[in-house]
Nanobody, 120 residues
Framework: QVQLVESGGGLVQPGGSLRLSCAASGSFFTINVMGWYRQAPGKERELVATISSGDSANFADSVKGRTTISRDNGKNTVYLQMNNLKPEDTAVYFC??????????????WGQGTLVTVSS
């Protein structure tokens, strides 16, 4: 099983930047896709960005152009860099991993979430 630990959330002023990190640990064959989702108060969880093991990235329209996602496969860590933050980016950010226990079994894991608040 995979455990995910996020870090890097906090209070940021509008227009500011932040970097979230998520480290995966545990027993697995390979980690396929890692990504970030977020959930604002009263809203459903939504995709922010994902990145495959081959570094193919996918972004929500709302964050395109001001967000990068990267991963260090050696450290089993994914990073989310967000710039020009807006109050509507305020949410709990969750790390997600799609991983394989072996060549035939795939599983998913979620982190506990880290709160990002964008406010002056």
């Amino acid at each position: 099983q995979v455990q995910l630990v996020e870090s890097g959330g906090g209070l940021v002023q509008p227009g500011g930047s932040l970097r979230l990190s998520c480290a995966a640990s545990g027993s697995f064959f390979t980690i396929n896709v890692m990504g970030w989702y977020r959930q604002a108060p009263g809203k459903e969880r939504e995709l922010v960005a994902t990145i495959s093991s081959g570094d193919s990235a996918n972004f929500a329209d709302s964050v395109k152009g001001r967000t990068t996602i990267s991963r260090d496969n050696g450290k089993n860590t994914v990073y989310l860099q967000m710039n020009n933050l807006k109050p509507e980016d305020t949410a709990v950010y969750f790390c997600n991993a799609d991983y394989s226990l072996d060549p035939f079994r795939r599983r998913g894991a979620w982190g506990q979430g880290t709160l990002v608040t964008v406010s002056s």
